[in-house]
């Protein structure tokens, strides 16, 4: 985790456009390098949540645009892949991406099954890539961190469970609300997502001392937005992909408002 943490402050203030959203998002013609990235970070995923059933999986981040609902998704596409059933929940129910990045319809979602305005197989919607469903997160309410902590959030995570092998539930960031906090008890382990040139080391630190704080499972760190052609073997070393990715900061006091 030390190394992490030894990142240069540096602030981007490029724009991404909805449909350069999901070419982000894993898809056949991604590259060779991206997909072996996920996959190791795949393996690495699965043998730190030891046990059977559902493995329920929070990924999160410091702030705003460190490649956060990205990772999310395209981690758990990585999984559906071994033919395992896999289900993403948009549980940022602030500034919600998936339905986005997934071109799909936010109509029925997480809070209205908070809110009891729907049944959960009525929030469920296939997407394009095999075993993977999703939840977005539905109307946006006044009071997610509340919805999020509430009884029904465990219920509802439970009849899930027993539905799939894995659950990936993409979060506001850490130093920004509570929201992510309070998942991580509810959850096998917390993901957290850092960004090359982008995560200061005491933003990560205080991301860390939250979960600790709330006894929440760390799994791991996942460096996003790598730009280091230097390790690797050879042609297999070009993992710069994600080099061209932009994300808007927006200002960290105004996220979900």
């Known amino acids: 985790m030390k190394s992490f943490f030894n990142m240069k402050k540096k ?34 995923t699965m043998f730190s ?15 705003p645009g460190e490649g956060k609902s990205t990772t999310c998704l395209n981690l758990a596409i990585t999984f559906a892949q071994t033919g395992s059933k896999v289900l993403v929940i948009d549980a940022d129910l602030r500034k919600p991406t998936v339905h986005r990045k997934l071109d799909l319809a936010n109509e029925k979602g997480l809070a209205h099954l908070l809110g009891h305005f729907c049944k959960v197989e009525e929030a469920i919607i296939p997407t394009q890539y095999e075993n993977l469903e999703v939840i977005t997160s539905g109307h946006i309410p006044p009071n997610p961190a509340e919805l999020l902590a509430s009884e029904s959030m465990t219920q509802i995570l439970d009849t899930l469970s027993a539905q799939y092998d894995y659950i990936f539930l993409d979060t506001p960031p850490l130093n920004v609300v509570t929201d992510a906090t309070v998942l991580s008890t509810q959850v096998s382990g917390t993901v957290l997502v850092v960004r090359q040139g982008v995560t200061h080391h005491k933003d990560m630190q205080d991301a860390v001392s939250k979960l600790e704080f709330a006894q929440g499972k760390i799994l791991g760190l996942i460096l996003h937005g790598v730009k280091d052609k230097k390790a690797g073997y ?3 070393s070009k993992y ?12 960290y006091t105004q996220y979900g408002e």
């Open 11 to 44: 602030k981007h203030s490029t724009t991404v456009l909805p449909e350069q959203e999901r070419e982000m998002i894993l898809s056949d013609t991604a590259s060779f390098h991206v997909k072996e990235a996920y996959k190791a970070t795949r393996t690495n």
């Open 49 to 63: 949540i030891p046990g059977e059933g559902c493995k329920k999986i929070v990924v999160a981040s410091s702030f």
């Open 234 to 236: 050879g042609k297999y």
């Open 240 to 251: 710069s992909k994600y080099s061209q990715y932009g994300y808007k900061n927006s200002a």
